[in-house]
């Protein structure tokens, strides 16, 4: 941390205690559907392999079967929040009001990322914003397709339905049937329904109701305790998406170069109020997709 000009070690170690003490409970919203990946640098190369090959009967010899090498290139973005009290302002404060301020710098690094990840879904359909995933595609595209792979047939995760029963019913099953780069079944099991504020009593019916949502006929709802859903205001009102949270793979990451810290203070005797102290709080991090078959564009 860089300090400049005359701020007192108190105010500092204030600072940095309010700004560590600070609740993270809504961090793991984003991490229902994004895994954190550390960067060593400026930008890396995330290098991963496809599936590993099924076995071959080798009575009469081993077969040499490939593997698809998967590449991202990845970068952080900058981002601050600088706090500014007047001199005046601490030296009457009996309320903590410095403390709270910085409380309330590291709350809001998180909410920032969870803004950015459910934005990130939003977005899916475009790489403007938040680039493409591995295959050169936008997150949601009709022609997936692992290149240099051994399974070469497009593979499709984007849909334009109205959240109800009977659509939900399609596209998890569409969901649950997508293809590894060998050709196999990837096994991954759909169990997070992720909706706009607008949509939240739709998602309800289906995924908390022991019975069939508008039947007569008393149905068994099988997605009741399987599936969970979770609201967010990041999304268009329409927008619904259907996600296999439980996996080892996520459909996004946040590549994270430095969390977020106290990074300096300095004071400023000309302003006015006695002079103002500010203090600088910054991180380096991004949103980029991960694993497509993750997720499943419902409707936007």
Not at 83 to 104: C, F
Not at 145 to 158: F, L, R, W
Not at 264 to 291: C, H, I, L
């Amino acid at each position: 941390m860089i300090n400049s000009g005359n701020v007192p070690g108190h105010l500092i170690a204030s600072a940095r205690t309010g700004f560590l003490r600070s609740s993270k409970a809504i961090a793991p919203l984003w991490s229902r559907i994004a895994q954190q990946v550390n960067l060593a640098g400026a930008s890396e190369d995330l290098v991963d392999l496809g599936a590993p090959p099924m076995p071959k009967n080798s009575k009469n010899g081993l077969t040499v079967q490939g593997m698809s090498e998967r590449l991202l290139r990845v970068a952080p973005v900058d981002w601050d929040i600088t706090v500014g009290i007047s001199h005046n302002a601490i030296q009457d404060d009996r309320t903590g009001t410095l403390e709270s301020k910085a409380r309330m710098a590291r709350e809001n690094f998180d909410k920032h990322v969870n803004k950015l990840v459910f934005e990130a879904i939003n977005e899916g359909a475009s790489v403007d914003r938040f680039g493409a995933c591995y295959d050169g595609l936008s997150l949601f595209n009709a022609n997936h397709v692992d290149k240099g792979a051994a399974y070469q047939t497009v593979q499709s995760n984007v849909n334009t339905s109205t959240l109800s029963l009977s659509n939900f019913k399609s596209i998890y099953a569409s969901s649950s049937l997508y293809l590894d780069d060998q050709g196999e079944q990837t096994g991954y099991v759909p169990n997070l329904l992720i909706v706009s504020p607008a949509l939240e009593y739709d998602a309800s019916q289906i995924t908390t109701n022991n019975q069939a949502a508008g039947t007569s006929n008393r149905d068994i709802n099988p997605y009741n305790g399987k599936v969970e859903h979770i609201v967010v205001p990041w999304i268009d009102s329409t927008a619904w998406f259907l996600v296999a949270g439980g996996e080892g793979v996520k459909p996004l990451m946040v590549v994270m170069r430095e969390e977020p810290n106290l990074q300096s203070t300095w004071f400023d005797p000309e302003k006015a109020d006695g002079g103002m102290y500010y203090f600088k709080f910054y991180a380096r991090y991004n949103v980029q997709y991960g694993d497509w078959r993750a997720i499943t564009q419902g409707n936007t």
